[in-house]
Nanobody, 117 residues
Framework: QVQLVESGGGLVQAGGSLRLSCAISGSILSFNQIKWHRQGPGKQRELVATIRYSGTTDYADSVKGRFTISRDIAKNTVYLQMNNLKPDDTAVYYC???????????WGQGTQVTVSS
């Protein structure tokens, strides 16, 4: 059973930084792509960043230039470095992975990020 465990959330002031981690049980190279999503209070869940098997990345316009998604294959962990945080970034951040073999998707339990003004 694949498990994704997020960590690294917390309370930070506007302009600050946090690094989220998504630890994956099993090989990170078993997945087509791994994504970070977020859901703010009263908002729909939205896609924040994607890293593909090839290593290429994509970002939502709202976080481009501030967030960076990366991976450590040896540690089976994906990161989301978040800089210059804004109150609008306040949300629960979720990690999502899509398996290569069957396209099945897996989600983590989420980690709370709160940015104070």
């Amino acid at each position: 059973q694949v498990q994704l465990v997020e960590s690294g959330g917390g309370l930070v002031q506007a302009g600050g930084s946090l690094r989220l981690s998504c630890a994956i049980s099993g090989s990170i190279l078993s997945f087509n792509q791994i994504k970070w999503h977020r859901q703010g209070p009263g908002k729909q869940r939205e896609l924040v960043a994607t890293i593909r098997y090839s290593g290429t990345t994509d970002y939502a316009d709202s976080v481009k230039g501030r967030f960076t998604i990366s991976r450590d294959i040896a540690k089976n962990t994906v990161y989301l470095q978040m800089n210059n945080l804004k109150p609008d970034d306040t949300a629960v951040y979720y990690c999502r992975a899509q398996a290569i073999t069957n396209n099945r998707e897996y989600w983590g339990q989420g980690t709370q990020v709160t940015v104070s003004s």
